[in-house]
């Protein structure tokens, strides 16, 4: 299992998200308008643009703070926030 971050900008929803540093830390930053929220649980097996185009389809990045999801919770037809 691995974790695979992502870059949002809930500002500007018409900017895509894509994927982040490893190393990069998770939360808030440029006066919260960029995050980097991460995705833990991920099977090996699975690429990080399939974790993306979970991601994007899942998740509302405009609303809520929270910046953390398991993989096993994303899925099309489910909305998170």
Do not use: W, Y
């Not at 929220?37 to 405009?62: K, W, Y």
Request: hydrophobic residues 35%; aromatic residues 4%.
């Amino acid at each position: 299992m691995r974790t695979v971050k992502l870059i949002t900008r809930a500002d500007k929803p018409d900017v895509p998200t894509h994927i982040a540093h490893p190393n990069m830390s998770v939360g808030d930053n440029h006066d919260a308008s960029v995050q980097v929220r991460e995705v833990t649980e991920v099977p090996d097996n699975v690429g990080d643009e399939q974790v993306l185009r979970l991601f994007v389809v899942t998740c509302d990045a405009s609303l809520g703070k929270r910046l953390s999801f398991r993989f096993g919770d994303l899925g099309e037809g489910r909305i998170l926030r």
